[in-house]
């Protein structure tokens, strides 16, 4: 069984901080990286972090040294600390895992940066 449950977005003026949290049942999390992608109204979904089951962390150029992934093995969660946020890192952030090939998303939270 597979569940995969995003929380911690909001609105935030230009230059704050949010952090982002995905709960994810133990079997996927265990099984393969977890990721962080978003999209935008009107925009292709796009990749933001990675992080394998052992820990190595890669990002999107456009957030790289602003964003951090992390998981928590023990409580089977990830999340994103997300700093000195723009205006165009408005969008829907999703949580990705993957099980046996197949690949699982959260709902979504929207993530806000006013202008």
């Known amino acids: 069984q597979v569940q995969l449950v995003e929380s911690g977005g909001g609105s935030v003026q230009p230059g704050g901080s949010l952090r982002l949290s995905c709960a994810a049942s133990?079997?996927?999390?265990?099984?393969?990286?977890m990721h962080w992608f978003r999209q935008a109204p009107g925009k292709e979904r796009e990749f933001v972090a990675i992080?394998?089951?052992?820990?190595?962390?890669n990002y999107a150029s456009s957030v790289k040294g602003r964003f951090t992934i992390s998981r928590d093995n023990a409580k089977n969660t990830i999340y994103l600390q997300m700093n000195s946020l723009k205006p165009e890192d408005t969008a829907v952030y999703y949580c990705?895992?993957?099980?046996?090939?197949?690949?699982?998303w959260g709902q979504g939270t929207q993530v806000t940066v006013s202008s």
């Open positions: 990705r895992g993957a099980l046996s090939s197949q690949v699982y």
């Open positions: 133990g079997n996927i999390f265990r099984a393969n990286s």
């Open positions: 992080i394998t089951t052992n820990g190595i962390t």
